[in-house]
């Protein structure tokens, strides 16, 4: 479906006559959001155009149905919003993300694209409002206070039906490495000091863990998204909606998305508060933490070669550096970290714009949908890139990790429950003094047998639960 610009028509709004591209599905309305909002040059992501497709399309059937709308205009509503819904129309979504407060320019962008497809389905000619009207026959019963809401859930449930598969390769990513890597033994480290001995493959297992626990978290609070204020209208009284269409709309959209939608408990709270976004892109930020924390790990065990830690290795992707030859950088950790920064800006923001509502309405609705559905965006590819790019690849310095697990002090701290805290401290201040390891110290002073020695401070039984034997009197 081109759109030729070569000539305009001109259309009428409240405001007065107007000039649009002659070729184009949106109309008046548009053509001044365009004018007004010149911002970011950013555009709505293709799920919320998807999203508000899908929701006039149940809308349209819905108010065929009840009679509303007469059958013929409702289904060529239909049929133009499924094209919508397929993106077969994405470039004439042409508001900037920044717009005016509770989405009114691209709502009615989204209004008057499907009129005008909707004209051209049954033989009119685009701006012809006499065949379909925006406001009173693809807005029936509609308002963007009721639909904008609406349609950002769906946009959400969509997107992070796409996210789950990405986060989850990530997890099985470094639960494979985890296997893999179970069998060495390393030095642990709390507050960037040695620790008692850990194996590789449980600092990596426990990092699937974690994302495991994070998109849990997500899914949860992604479930109140599914309860919808539409049906409100205005101010949430439902003025000029059938008294059935809420529920007989959340019963299609249910039907479209695969998932339970359901019309909200009280359709004035629905509209007044946006808490579940508030909720989503919370537990979106609480991964973004933790991806922080574990890009960063990742920096710190494969720092070097020979200067840090140096205990694995990431996949080398690229040169790093214009002027050192042969310096390879941890990219992908790098990128992790600063997408990751991202989500917590975007996080930032939506919280400030769920705050801000005012009375009957939030009228920040634009800037929470942009965010929360960049965050995802952004962290589903992220995910993906980083799992097949570089966890998959790692490869780990055995030889290095276990020097350091065979050698770090605190190995000592198995001693404790054998000859006490107290003396099992003066042999690693002796050991730091003179630089001899702990059992050489341990036997030079006596305290207990080789034989004792070796199965007491074997490092790998270390990194599992359980007591050493009490020794044995003489």
């Known amino acids: 479906m081109p759109t030729s610009i070569a000539s305009t028509r001109i259309e009428k709004d409240s405001l007065g006559e107007i000039a649009v591209p002659a070729g184009a599905y949106y109309g008046a309305q548009t053509a001044r959001a365009v004018a007004n909002y010149p911002i970011s040059g950013l555009r709505a992501h293709p799920a919320l155009i998807r999203a508000y497709g899908l929701l006039k399309l149940a ?3 819905a108010n065929v149905e009840l009679k509303m709308i007469p059958a013929k205009i409702g289904k060529a509503i239909a049929k ?8 077969k129309l994405n470039d004439q979504f042409v508001v900037d993300v920044y717009q005016a407060g509770a989405g009114v320019s691209f709502h009615m962008n989204t209004n008057e694209v499907i009129a005008n497809r909707a004209i051209e389905i049954l033989g009119g000619q685009k701006g012809d409002y006499s065949v379909v009207h925006p406001n009173d026959h693809v807005n029936f019963g509609q308002s963007t206070n009721d639909t904008f809401p609406t349609a950002m859930r769906l946009a959400v449930i969509l997107l992070l039906k796409e996210f ?6 990530l997890e099985a990513a470094f639960a494979r490495k985890g296997e893999e890597f179970d069998d060495i033994v390393k030095s642990g480290r709390t507050h960037l000091q040695d620790a008692v001995p850990i194996r590789l493959g449980q600092e990596l297992t426990a990092y699937a863990v974690t994302l495991h626990d994070a998109q849990e978290q997500i899914e949860s609070n992604a ?3 599914t309860h919808l204020g539409l049906g409100g209208s205005a101010v949430g009284t439902g003025l000029n909606a059938h008294p059935k269409f809420p529920k007989l709309v959340a019963q299609k959209l249910s039907k479209l998305l695969g998932s339970k939608m359901q019309v909200a408990p009280d359709l004035r709270a629905a509209m007044q508060s946006q808490l579940p976004m508030a909720a989503v892109s919370g537990a979106l ?6 991806l922080i924390r574990i890009a960063n790990d990742l920096r710190l065990l494969s720092s070097g070669p020979y200067t840090g830690m140096g205990e694995i290795v990431l996949p080398a992707l690229q040169p790093g550096s214009s002027i050192m030859p042969g ?3 941890p990219v992908m950790g790098e990128l992790l ?3 990751a920064f991202q989500v917590v800006g975007c996080d930032t923001v939506v919280a400030l714009a769920v705050q801000a509502g005012q009375l009957e309405l939030n009228v920040m609705m634009p800037a929470m949908a942009w965010n929360v559905l960049h965050a995802i965006e952004i962290l589903k590819n992220t995910c993906r890139v980083v799992a097949e790019k570089c966890v998959l690849g790692i490869t780990a310095n055995r030889e290095t990790c276990e020097r350091y697990g065979y050698r770090t002090p605190s190995i000592a701290t198995a001693l404790n429950p054998v000859i006490g805290y107290a003396r099992a401290a003066e042999i690693v201040k002796k050991s730091l003094k003179t630089g001899k390891s702990i059992p050489e110290i341990s036997l030079e002073d006596n305290v207990l047998t080789k034989a004792e020695l070796d199965h007491i401070l074997d490092p790998r039984r270390m990194t599992e639960p359980g007591l050493p034997p009490k020794r ?3």
């Open 472 to 474: 044995k009197k003489s």
């Open 80 to 87: 133009a919003s499924r094209d919508v819904a397929d993106g």
């Open 223 to 225: 479930d109140t998204l």
């Open 285 to 290: 930020r609480n991964l973004a933490l933790e």
């Open 337 to 339: 970290d600063m997408v």
């Open 327 to 329: 310096k390879v950088n």
């Open 164 to 169: 789950y598969p990405a986060l989850a390769e």
């Open 59 to 61: 809308c349209a059937e």
